[in-house]
């Protein structure tokens, strides 16, 4: 069977780790996940939450931890990883429909094996990631902005029914 990269990309988008717990409260929510044994010490956990930050115009912000820890592992599972990041924000967005959702991305970041630095990478990601994604979820990128400290703002917004 003949794949072009189009679906081969979608493939590798397509592979969430598994839920174990759902928390949904009226002014945050937290999605867990995991890729192994949850009693399994070496198994991969990620944590995706949401708070409510702004009452008056629905503004939620998103952030996810990998392992406890926001810094990249080095570990790989890169496509695994954002494929459960976008399967927490769909679960999200199904169930709040919020008007706004923001996240930040490090323009560069500590490897947490290495020390080493990488520059970009995730800014690049972020942006690819809305042009596919956003739309699917009824999202549009509304802006994104400089908060300095080499850190960079997303807002999602939206798309008006």
């Known amino acids: 069977m003949h794949h072009d990269f189009r679906s081969y990309l979608t493939e590798l988008y397509d592979k969430p780790f598994r839920v174990v717990k759902k928390v949904e409260a009226p002014d945050h929510a937290a999605y867990h996940y995991t890729d192994g044994d949850e009693a399994d010490p070496k198994a991969d956990y990620l944590v995706i939450n949401f708070g409510y930050i702004q009452p008056q115009d629905e503004g939620w912000d998103m952030d996810f931890t990998r392992g406890g820890s926001t810094a990249l592992t080095g570990e790989g599972k890169a496509t695994q990883v954002f ?75 939206r798309i008006a029914q």
């Open 83 to 157: 494929a459960t990041v976008m399967d927490g924000f769909k679960r999200f967005v199904k169930r709040y429909a919020p008007k706004t959702v923001s996240f930040t991305a490090a323009k560069s970041e500590v490897n947490a094996k290495t020390y080493s630095y990488s520059s970009g990478s995730r800014v690049k990601l972020y942006n690819s990631l809305i042009k596919r994604y956003a739309a699917q979820a009824g999202y549009r990128l509304e802006s994104t902005k400089s908060l300095g400290m080499g850190r960079e703002l997303f807002v999602l917004e």
